[in-house]
């Protein structure tokens, strides 16, 4: 796969061609629902709530760690 595409042979980005989600758009929209999830559970009490809270939290971090290794930095080497 290309240029970040989800799908092969899918090609086009969130809100541009249609075409499908790629893996960028796909992370930040992981992040936002997780962020919400986590934002929503904080004001809920009880214990399944608590469960919640901490799985969003874990997601969270995960999507922005994809997120972060879905960009290239100009100072990495290899």
């Known amino acids: 796969m290309a240029n970040g595409e989800l799908l092969p042979g899918v090609p086009g980005r969130c809100g541009r061609s249609g075409a499908g989600l790629d893996a960028k758009a796909l992370a930040k929209h992981g992040m936002t629902v997780s962020l ?3 934002v929503a559970t904080g ?3 009880g214990k399944t709530s608590k469960r919640l809270h901490l799985v969003a939290g ?3 971090v995960g999507f922005s760690l994809w997120h972060h290794s879905l960009y290239p ?3 990495r080497k290899g």
């Open 43 to 45: 004001f809920i009490g």
């Open 58 to 60: 874990v997601a969270l």
């Open 36 to 38: 919400a999830a986590l």
């Open 73 to 75: 930095s100009p100072n």
